[in-house]
């Protein structure tokens, strides 16, 4: 999967197309992009407005920003693909993980599987339509299980969690601190491979950049029980060595005593 700046792609495109000043219509967008579907057009246009690549004046009406975003929000083109495959399903879900962190990291590896969390109950509806396209998919309890078995040149890896809750998500992209906290799961409970040590350097450069809200990271890690977890890490500078030292003897204890 190579790494693609998806909407900053289609914006180069609008702005070339239409000269970059004045309002134009989604009439003028469909011309220029025939291929997409409807609703995939109109999603496009969405996060391009969240981005801030374009501001909407009214219904069916955009202008062009005199500015672009710091950071507008990229994923991979693989990231993109499922995006466009499960619109059209109509069912919730969300992409998370390193499709949103990306930008975090200083070298972003050419593959790897993509983290889905889909509407509960959906699966048998929602998973076909990727497995049509070429994707090895994977319940995220069998990570580390059944991951190894499929080579990295099929088409895609999809690592899956069904979910009921979709508060953390918006235009089926995770927020930051969600895509976090969702990445840490993966890498720490079930056997996703990225090292933890790249998982940390992620960690510093969304603080390090401000784009993490630390309370908030809490409260979305306190809906996969991951609480105590997060706010450890956030909170990691305050913690005393002989706090730390506290709690290393206390956890050898608690093993030792479970071994009498």
Same mark, same amino acid.
């Given at each position: 999967?190579?790494?693609a700046v998806?909407?900053a792609?289609k914006?180069?495109?609008?702005?070339?197309?239409?000269?970059g000043?004045?309002?134009?219509?989604?009439?003028?967008?469909?011309?220029?992009f025939p291929?997409?579907?409807?609703s995939?057009?109109?999603?496009?246009?969405s996060k391009?407005?969240?981005?801030?690549?374009?501001r909407?004046i009214r219904n069916?009406?955009?202008a062009?920003n005199?500015w672009?975003a710091?950071?507008?929000?990229?994923i991979s083109?693989a990231g993109?693909?499922i995006?466009?495959l499960?619109i059209?399903?109509?069912?919730d879900?969300?992409?998370?993980?390193?499709?949103?962190?990306? *930008?975090?990291? =200083? @070298?972003?590896?050419?593959?790897?599987?993509?983290?889905?969390? %889909?509407?509960?109950?959906t699966a048998?509806e !929602?998973?076909?339509?990727l497995?049509d396209?070429?994707?090895?998919?994977?319940?995220?309890?069998?990570t580390?299980?059944?991951?190894?078995l499929?080579?990295e040149?099929?088409t895609?890896?999809?690592?899956?969690?069904?979910?009921?809750n979709f508060?953390?998500?918006?235009?089926?992209?995770?927020?930051?601190?969600?895509?976090f906290?969702?990445?840490y799961?993966?890498?720490?409970?079930?056997?996703?491979p990225l090292?933890?040590?790249e998982?940390?350097?992620?960690?510093e450069n969304m603080?390090?950049l401000?784009?993490?809200?630390?309370?908030?990271l809490?409260?979305v890690?306190?809906? *996969?029980?991951? =609480? @105590?977890d997060?706010?450890?890490?956030t909170e990691?500078?305050? %913690?005393?060595?002989?706090?730390r030292?506290? !709690?290393?003897?206390?956890?050898?204890?608690?093993?030792?005593?479970n071994n009498?």
């Amino acid at each position: 999967m190579k790494n693609a700046v998806v909407l900053a792609d289609k914006y180069e495109k609008l702005h070339s197309e239409l000269d970059g000043s004045g309002t134009f219509y989604m009439e003028d967008v469909r011309k220029l992009f025939p291929e997409l579907q409807k609703s995939t057009l109109y999603w496009y246009m969405s996060k391009l407005v969240d981005a801030g690549f374009i501001r909407r004046i009214r219904n069916g009406v955009f202008a062009f920003n005199d500015w672009r975003a710091k950071n507008p929000l990229t994923i991979s083109a693989a990231g993109e693909e499922i995006t466009e495959l499960l619109i059209e399903t109509g069912f919730d879900f969300y992409i998370s993980g390193l499709d949103v962190l990306q *930008r975090f990291m =200083q @070298h972003v590896p050419e593959s790897y599987p993509n983290l889905l969390f %889909i509407q509960k109950g959906t699966a048998e509806e !929602v998973l076909p339509v990727l497995r049509d396209r070429g994707y090895s998919i994977i319940p995220g309890a069998k990570t580390s299980e059944l991951l190894e078995l499929i080579p990295e040149s099929s088409t895609g890896r999809i690592i899956y969690y069904e979910t009921e809750n979709f508060d953390d998500s918006k235009d089926e992209i995770a927020t930051i601190e969600k895509a976090f906290v969702d990445l840490y799961y993966a890498v720490t409970r079930d056997g996703y491979p990225l090292s933890l040590q790249e998982l940390v350097r992620i960690y510093e450069n969304m603080v390090r950049l401000g784009a993490v809200d630390k309370k908030k990271l809490i409260a979305v890690a306190a809906r *996969r029980s991951l =609480q @105590h977890d997060i706010r450890y890490i956030t909170e990691s500078k305050y %913690i005393t060595s002989e706090a730390r030292q506290f !709690v290393d003897i206390l956890q050898r204890e608690e093993i030792d005593g479970n071994n009498r």
